[in-house]
T-cell receptor, first 114, second 114 residues
Framework: DTAVSQTPKYLVTQMGNDKSIKCEQN?????MYWYKQDSKKFLKIMFS???????INETVPNRFSPKSPDKAHLNLHINSLELGDSAVYFC?????????????FGPGTRLLVL | GEDVEQSLFLSVREGDSSVINCTYT??????LYWYKQEPGAGLQLLTY?????DMKQDQRLTVLLNKKDKHLSLRIADTQTGDSAIYFC??????????????FGKGTKLSVKP
């Protein structure tokens, strides 16, 4: 009965590969997010979707493409992986995007690009 | 732009009180949050405070907000070794008319010595 789940938990891959990370929430929330946490633990938002529509797209290379097939899922596809993409990627969800609702985070996906 | 600052490290002895401080820049922030991240884990929401409040207490946790100085603090009473983690301060910001998103500080690593 995990609220926000991500797969895989760990991902080790070669530079230049394409990979996807999946996220699912069973909280009935309308808004989902992807965050990147770098090696210095700095956490920054990448994307946010509300009801399957993109509402925030921070300065992220277009190699990163989020896809939301339905409100409960927000997947992150990364093309042509680079060494600098190594980080922990967190998915989160909230009831809406107005900030009055708290965000619940998944356990993270640890991506290592070799 | 919006910014959230925290000191990076705090070390206390078991049983003492811990105070983690945070400053933020967006005076229009509606909610301010404290998240906890244990080693190798995701972010866990600890508590939050609405911007029209000065103080919020929740068991061992006390949040103080000085809106004039844009200063937020988290006090943990009777700190235990299980409290060792990284604590992130975050503000919900609509800076620059953006849709609004969570801006995180770099996190304060709390070490509790027995």
């Amino acid at each position: 009965d995990t609220a926000v789940s991500q797969t895989p938990k760990y991902l080790v891959t070669q530079m230049g590969n394409d990979k996807s990370i999946k996220c699912e929430q069973n909280l009935g929330h309308d808004t989902m997010y992807w965050y990147k946490q770098d090696s210095k633990k700095f956490l920054k938002i990448m994307f946010s979707y509300n009801n399957k529509e993109l509402i925030i797209n921070e300065t992220v290379p277009n190699r990163f493409s989020p896809k939301s097939p339905d409100k409960a899922h927000l997947n992150l596809h990364i093309n042509s992986l680079e060494l600098g993409d190594s980080a922990v990627y967190f998915c989160a969800s909230s009831q809406d995007f107005r900030g009055t609702e708290t965000q619940y985070f998944g356990p993270g996906t640890r991506l290592l690009v070799l | 732009g919006e910014d959230v600052e925290q000191s990076l490290f705090l070390s206390v002895r078991e049983g003492d009180s811990s105070v983690i401080n945070c400053t933020y820049t967006d005076s229009s922030s509606t909610y301010l949050y404290w998240y906890k991240q244990e080693p190798g884990a995701g972010l866990q929401l600890l508590t939050y405070i609405f911007s029209n409040m000065d103080m919020k207490q929740d068991q061992r946790l006390t949040v103080l907000l000085n809106k004039k100085d844009k200063h937020l603090s988290l006090r943990i009473a009777d700190t235990q070794t299980g409290d060792s983690a990284i604590y992130f301060c975050a503000e919900f910001s609509n800076y620059g008319g953006s849709q609004g998103n969570l801006i995180f500080g770099k996190g304060t690593k709390l070490s509790v010595k027995p």
